[in-house]
């Protein structure tokens, strides 16, 4: 599947900013959509994950309480929606799509379990 990321940019500490993933080639719908993201000289991280109908959302302790993660497989797309924005969310968002459609107790975290990448979009948060 290819997939492409949008809507990054520059805000400032405490605002808000939303990210969408585009995906074509593939039956999208059937698959869970994970966000990453890799700030500079640090391995790309775990953000969150939804399972294929949106039900499941799972999130890393950093962004809990504070992003969203939505879909709409009408449209291919899945989205992050990020608030109160912290100097430290800085980093290049990646979504991911793995070839699994839901968890039992924990999705997987690891960059290895996710086979198709977009290509990432840079946030920016300034403090």
């Known amino acids: 599947v290819q997939l492409q990321a949008s809507g990054g940019g520059l805000v400032q500490a405490g605002g808000s900013l939303r990210v969408s993933c585009a995906a074509s080639g593939r039956t999208f719908s059937n698959y869970v959509m994970g966000w990453f993201r890799q700030a500079p000289e640090k391995e790309r991280e775990f953000v969150g994950v939804?399972?294929?109908?949106?039900?499941?959302?799972y999130y890393a302790d950093s962004v809990k309480g504070r992003f969203t993660i939505s879909r709409d497989n009408a449209k291919n797309t899945v989205y992050l929606q990020m608030n109160r924005l912290k100097p430290e969310d800085t980093a290049v968002y990646y979504c991911?799509?793995?070839?699994?459609?839901?968890?039992?107790?924990?999705?997987?975290?690891?960059?290895?379990?996710?086979?198709?990448w977009g290509q990432g979009t840079q946030v920016t948060v300034s403090s």
């Open positions: 991911a799509l793995g070839l699994y459609s839901t968890w039992d107790d924990t999705p997987k975290l690891h960059v290895s379990a996710y086979d198709d």
């Open positions: 939804i399972d294929w109908d949106g039900r499941r959302v």
